[in-house]
């Protein structure tokens, strides 16, 4: 069946360093992918999707570019804030699991950010 | 515009309760999917509704059930409590249910089975 791994947590970075989150995933079809984010005490916020090969998507300074030939989905920012301390979530919408927008989230990745 | 809504917030139950939560979708929006959420994982993907009908299900037990009103708000039951029912509940609404429409989630309930 489908599934996302994404690298385990947590990741720990100072201030204006550069970020990595890896994802890979294994679907039947060619899924949507997708970057949620999790604030302490909220809901999940969608960060950025793409929803073909090569696509990059792009959000308050993150991307992500879809990579179809390494079923990756990798999420990058260059400099680090602290109010980015959340939990990353990696997630995919396949096309041949009933045609619908059911959403196959990782595990997720804890990053903090200290001053 | 509201968003999605949730509640209860929090909830408290013990073993072999029953428990109702619900659910209001973002303005616009018809389709409802909820998922639940265990401490330190990611969310598991429960059941969709949409037009008042179940159109997907993960794997979870019939002790899970749900409900879509005509105003498309919707209602997520679940019988005889386990202590492994202990979760936080998402619900999350669309506008359609293609792959790659986006999701717009609530805050969540929390749920405490005792």
């Known amino acids: 069946g489908d599934s996302v791994t994404q690298m385990e947590g947590p990741v720990t970075l100072s201030e204006e360093a550069f970020l990595t989150i890896n994802c890979t995933y294994t679907?039947?079809?060619?899924?949507?992918l997708f970057w949620y984010v999790q604030y302490p005490g909220e809901g999940l916020q969608l960060l950025l999707k793409?929803?073909?090969?090569?696509d990059k998507g792009s959000n308050k300074g993150f991307e992500a570019t879809y990579r179809k030939e390494t079923t990756s989905f990798h999420l990058e920012k260059g400099s680090v804030q602290v109010s980015d301390s959340a939990v990353y979530f990696c997630a995919l919408s396949d096309p041949f699991s009933g045609g619908y927008n059911k959403l196959i989230f990782g595990a997720g990745t804890r990053l903090a950010v200290h001053p | 515009d509201a968003g999605v809504t949730q509640s209860p917030t929090h909830l408290i139950k013990t073993r072999g309760q029953q428990v109702t939560l619900r659910c209001s979708p973002k303005?616009?929006?018809?389709?409802v999917s909820w998922y639940q959420q265990a401490l330190g994982q990611g969310p598991q993907f429960i059941f969709q509704y949409y037009e008042e009908e179940e159109r997907q299900r993960g794997n979870f037990p019939d002790r899970f059930s749900g409900h879509q009103f005509p105003n498309y708000s919707s209602e997520l039951n679940v019988n005889a409590l386990l202590l492994g029912d202990s979760a936080l509940y998402l619900c999350?609404?669309?506008?359609?249910?293609?792959?790659?429409?986006?999701?717009?989630f609530g805050p969540g309930t929390r749920l405490t089975v005792l």
């Open positions: 303005s616009g929006h018809d389709t």
């Open positions: 679907a039947t079809g060619y899924p949507s």
């Open positions: 793409a929803t073909k090969a090569d």
């Open positions: 999350a609404s669309s506008s359609g249910t293609g792959w790659g429409d986006e999701q717009f």
